[in-house]
């Protein structure tokens, strides 16, 4: 497996977040990687060993919950940020019960504090 000590994996399906997520990311020097999709992201996970995963929960193919069950039923227990518009209370709940570590709703968060808590976490 290969490991990159900076390595980021965005999954997102909007393609022109992803975008701005990855440039930034990789303005900041990070190794970034990108998925559209669940099932696509996790094929990725067992070839490359990441640092941190930003994860959309609401995604074709494979949604953020079940990437997180599929994750974590493999043992690998990488980071996980959710950046979701899923607003329930119960939903961010159970994104945190299947191991994501903090959950943001996108429309409350701008992309500079994504980026910051993201160099902070590689960089611990």
Do not use: H, W
């Not at 999709?37 to 094929?43: H, I, K, Q, R, T």
């Amino acid at each position: 497996m290969l490991q990159n000590k900076d390595s980021v994996l965005v999954v997102e399906d909007d393609s022109f977040l992803s975008k701005v997520l990855v440039n930034r990311l990789k303005e900041e020097g990070l190794c970034v990687y990108n998925a559209y999709d669940g099932v696509s992201a996790l094929a990725m996970c067992k070839e490359q060993k990441f640092k941190l995963i930003l994860l959309d929960l609401l995604m074709p193919l494979m949604d953020g919950f079940d990437f997180l069950r599929n994750l974590r039923s493999r043992k690998n227990n990488t980071s996980v940020i959710v950046l979701t518009n899923l607003a329930q209370d119960d939903e961010l709940e159970e994104a945190k019960k299947l191991g994501a570590e903090k959950c943001y709703i996108k429309s409350n968060i701008d992309i500079d504090d994504i980026v910051r808590e993201v160099k902070e976490r590689i960089n611990n």
